[in-house]
């Protein structure tokens, strides 16, 4: 009977293989065509130009983004999001319609992310978490990763969040550690989150830490150099990034009412779309919808998988979330609809 580890190794390599099948008996084509009618929102985050180690599922290498677009642009009418989502209610929504957005916000969108999208003529979307733009601060998700890759710890003790002893002897065990802290700190209120995330950053070493490195967030300068030539639009993140459904009522309507000011300022008129921050169906509520509504914003962006259409909540509408993790086979099957595994 095979190892534990050998299926562990065995599994992903089986699996590509029939997504490589999968694709050369032409399920991307046949699955666009029963979701033609339907809007693929694609969310991406971060761009560097080579992957990080440990792995990160939320930041794209330049060459890997360059071709998952050069693919989009050509089996797909990519549209701006305000005039896709426009178009999407009214009924005027070409077949295979798509449009792009970057979450977060991190300046490695204007340095790496825009030359693709100008070279390609994609128009995008930005969603921007407002607050400490133009500062050092990072997003908490990014600070965690941050932590794991640069300690010089062996090992972690994640009891405090319900987890035990982690090792963090190589790339793959700092990777696995930081996915069970983060996926575990996601489900936890929002004050208790930060005051753990403190703790844990201190155990590892890096509560001294000043440099953002892939995670440095655009400064208002470089959002209006993004957008400068309009294929590039801002829109708002909330202010710092919380879990919105963990967070007490006063905290959810300041986070979407100074994300959405600060955009408005910034772009001249008051925004229509946002995006919540993790995005799962259980991270927000009727809460931030109402928060959203009292801000004029029309249509708001989860991360639950799927394919837009006017039926849906305008208030929770599906993307396809992109990671680092997609084989070239498998992202030809999740944005044209098949699904995985």
Known sequence: MASNAALTRWRPLARQALDRLRCAAGAPALARRRNRGRLTILMF???????????????????TLRRQLDYVRGH????????????????????????????????NLLTHAAPILRDLQLPAAVFLATGPMGTP???????????????????????????????LSSDADRETSY?????????????????????????????????PGPFQLLSWDEADALADDGLISLH???????????CHDDKVDVEITESC?????????????????????QDFDDRAK????????????????????AGDDPLAL????????????????????????
């Open 45 to 63: 985050h971060g761009v560097e130009p080579k992957p990080l180690t440990p792995a990160c599922w939320h930041v794209t290498d330049s060459d």
């Open 76 to 107: 797909f009418t990519v549209l701006p999001l305000a005039e896709a989502l426009d178009q999407m209610q009214s009924g005027r929504l070409p077949d295979n319609a798509a449009a792009l957005t970057f979450d977060d916000g991190t300046r």
């Open 137 to 167: 601060t990072t997003l908490w998700p990014d600070r965690l990763w941050l932590a794991f890759a640069r300690t010089t710890a062996t090992q972690v003790d994640l009891g405090p969040i319900g987890l035990g002893v982690m090792p």
């Open 179 to 211: 996915a069970s802290a983060v996926h575990r700190f996601k489900e936890l209120p929002d004050a208790q989150r930060s005051e753990r995330l403190d703790d844990l950053v201190t155990a590892l070493g890096q509560s001294e830490c000043t440099d």
């Open 236 to 246: 708002p993140h909330t202010a710092t990034h919380p879990i919105l459904s963990r």
């Open 261 to 281: 000011a600060a955009v408005g300022q910034a772009v001249g008129s008051p925004p229509r779309i946002f995006a919540y921050p993790n995005g799962r169906a």
């Open 290 to 309: 109402s928060a959203l509504l009292r801000c004029g914003v029309r249509w708001a962006l989860s991360t639950s998988y799927g394919f837009a259409d």
């Open 318 to 341: 599906p993307r396809v979330p992109i990671g680092s993790d997609l084989s070239w086979p498998a992202f030809k099957l999740l944005v044209s609809g098949h699904p995985l595994g």
